[in-house]
């Protein structure tokens, strides 16, 4: 086996283990075929040109990829792959000048139990209390508590 074949073993291995912490949850096939990958690689250094090459090549797997580790988990690297957006938006904010109990309004979608609404020319999300409601049915409004809009079927 050539020192070509030894190399790329360890390098896809150190590149599934990688795979492995960064990316990929728990443990999985992933690790383990990077880990049996390095474990090749270096076996057959030690069957293929002895002890001290064998020696040297574990050494520098472990320094390799200790380096890589490390690298890859400083906070500049994830820095550079990270979005740098905000969210500023904001769910179903209701104001009391909006919206009341009482006020009646039409579905936009079918509620089973939630969905959209509209109601005084204003779109929101509202509830209903476990029935289903299908799309353009008029419905009224029961009860608001923490932002949660609950409505009925307009009789």
Do not use: C
Request: aromatic letters at 10%; proline letters at 3%.
């Amino acid at each position: 086996m050539s020192w070509t074949v030894i190399a790329v073993l360890i390098i896809v291995g150190l590149l599934f283990l990688l795979l492995e912490i960064l990316v990929v949850p728990g443990t999985t096939v992933v690790g383990i075929v990077g880990f049996i990958l390095i474990a090749i690689g270096i076996w057959q250094t030690y069957i293929v040109y002895g002890a001290p090459a064998g020696h040297y090549i574990l050494a520098g797997s472990i320094l390799l990829t200790v380096v890589a580790l490390g690298f890859s988990l400083r906070a500049k690297t994830w820095n550079r792959a990270m979005l740098h957006s905000e969210i500023d938006s904001q769910t179903n904010v209701i104001s009391d000048s909006s919206i009341k109990v009482g006020d009646v309004g039409k579905t936009v979608s079918r509620l089973v139990p939630s969905g959209k609404a509209l109601i005084n020319n204003e779109y929101f999300e509202v509830h209903s209390s476990g029935e289903f409601i299908d799309p353009q049915t008029h419905v009224e409004v029961t009860k608001i508590e923490f932002n949660k809009i609950w409505v009925k079927l307009k009789i």
